[in-house]
T-cell receptor
Framework: GENVEQHPSTLSVQEGDSAVIKCTYS??????FPWYKQELGKGPQLIIDIRSNVGEKKDQRIAVTLNKTAKHFSLHITETQPEDSAVYFCAASFRDYKLSFGAGTTVTVRA | DTAVSQTPKYLVTQMGNDKSIKCEQNLGHDTMYWYKQDSKKFLKIMFS???????INETVPNRFSPKSPDKAHLNLHINSLELGDSAVYFCASSQALAVITDTQYFGPGTRLTVL
């Protein structure tokens, strides 16, 4: 199947703390896992992605980990800032021709 | 300059009407997509086109008809609008066909409200 489950649906963190979002996928053939950030009134924007031959990837305050055996991947945001407040979507490739998205996580960073 | 643009940004219409949403990308990409985001923010692909050719049609009702006059444009025409069509529709583009790892660039969205 092409299901991607994402948790939690909402996440409130204090500025400076870390935020973690977790996703699981069902298609064992999935090999590409992007994360998108959607700010209010805008379209989703890619923030980081990981391929199945890599276990972890980091870009400044953002990191993604992938466990292919367990079919789950996670987004980690460290030292959160108010501008990190947005809806975050995980996605997984399905049969190499489309992306299946998770339901989204609304992240609120409290000042 | 906006990479992926959509018009209109908001569209309010009566049930049964026919409407169109336009999308243009100036990135030189070969592949364009339409996504639907429902009220719970769930994103689901509807169509994808590569260089004017339909590649994906995700069991979308026949009332929805995408049209690609050239590879920089992918318009979405909706006939006989229903209440359940109310959603935000996103256009997106990526560099190449069947390279799912190419970054997809999304437009700002069109919020369609059917009364």
């Amino acid at each position: 199947g092409e299901n991607v489950e994402q948790h939690p649906s909402t996440l409130s963190v204090q500025e400076g703390d870390s935020a973690v979002i977790k996703c699981t996928y069902s298609d064992s053939a999935s090999n590409y896992f992007p994360w998108y950030k959607q700010e209010l009134g805008k379209g989703p924007q890619l923030i980081i992605d990981i391929r199945s031959n890599v276990g972890e990837k980091k870009d400044q305050r953002i990191a993604v980990t992938l466990n292919k055996t367990a079919k789950h991947f996670s987004l980690h945001i460290t030292e959160t800032q108010p501008e990190d407040s947005a809806v975050y979507f995980c996605a997984a490739s399905f049969r190499d021709y489309k992306l299946s998205f998770g339901a989204g996580t609304t992240v609120t960073v409290r000042a | 300059d906006t990479a992926v643009s959509q018009t209109p940004k908001y569209l309010v219409t009566q049930m049964g009407n026919d409407k169109s949403i336009k999308c243009e990308q100036n990135l030189g990409h070969d592949t364009m997509y339409w996504y639907k985001q429902d009220s719970k923010k769930f994103l689901k692909i509807m169509f994808s086109y590569n260089n004017k050719e339909l590649i994906i049609n995700e069991t979308v009702p026949n009332r929805f008809s995408p049209k690609s006059p050239d590879k920089a444009h992918l318009n979405l025409h909706i006939n006989s609008l229903e209440l359940g069509d109310s959603a935000v529709y996103f256009c997106a583009s990526s560099q190449a066909l069947a390279v799912i790892t190419d970054t997809q660039y999304f437009g700002p969205g069109t919020r369609l409200t059917v009364l």
